[in-house]
């Protein structure tokens, strides 16, 4: 197993040195690589991510799907990544990837909770461990065969949000995800400057605006609003 981590990025120069080095830090002999997809940004997150480690790939457009998908593409691992810039996996994160595939498993995530004691936050770390479409998302982070991501076509680019969980429409019916019982750490930065109610709600719209086959552009905008 030869591991490539991909990460999106748009200015998150306050995070993404420590994260980068982090991973190299508990990736092992298995970590091939660690590229931060850059969609613009304006701070100095590309020299942040170069400093600690990382091959930086600066993306014509600014889109989650089309970032990961060049990520994935200049990828010489034989299994992808994705991890989101404001989220940290476990430090077993490379042994846990390879006991998940030596099981069978050809992709997989974490459950996740915050780093916050708000106790409404762990409603969210609860509900998490359930393979139901609407429990998933990128903060669980995301592993994958690359062989397999490509007979999948990658990311639909279409998609400028809920990218991963078309992926995954697409991808659970014909391969189990194997959810690790075990916690990547994500930012509560969103509830922080909103709330919880408000951005448990503008989820819930969207997610069923994804299922009823919304475009994007309207998911987006009108998540933008309910957070506004």
Request: charged share 25%.
């Amino acid at each position: 197993m030869q591991l490539s981590i991909i990460i999106p990025v748009l200015n998150e120069a306050a995070r993404i040195s420590e994260l980068v080095a982090y991973l190299h830090r508990h990736g092992g002999a298995v970590l091939r690589e660690v590229l931060v997809a850059d969609g613009g940004s304006t701070d100095n997150s590309c020299r942040q991510a170069a400093g600690a480690g990382a091959k930086v790939l600066n993306c014509e457009v600014s889109s989650r799907a089309a970032q990961m998908n060049a990520g994935a593409r200049a990828a010489e691992g034989d299994i992808l990544y994705f991890v989101h810039a404001d989220t940290r996996p476990p430090v077993s994160f490379a042994d846990d990837i390879r006991r998940s595939l030596e099981a069978g498993y050809a992709m997989g995530c974490y459950r996740y909770r915050f780093d916050s004691p708000n106790p409404l936050l762990k409603i969210n770390a609860f509900f998490n461990r359930f393979h139901w479409l609407w429990c998933q998302g990128g903060d669980k982070t995301f592993y994958i065969r690359r062989d397999l991501f490509f007979q999948f076509g990658g990311y639909d680019e279409y998609y400028t949000i809920m990218e991963e969980y078309d992926f995954l429409r697409r991808a659970m019916p014909q391969h189990p995800l194997h959810i690790i019982p075990k916690y990547a750490v994500v930012s509560s930065r969103k509830y922080e400057e909103h709330s919880w109610l408000r951005v448990q709600y503008a989820n819930a719209v969207v997610f069923n605006m994804f299922r009823k086959g919304a475009s994007p552009d309207s998911m987006r905008d009108r998540y933008r609003k309910l957070l506004s």
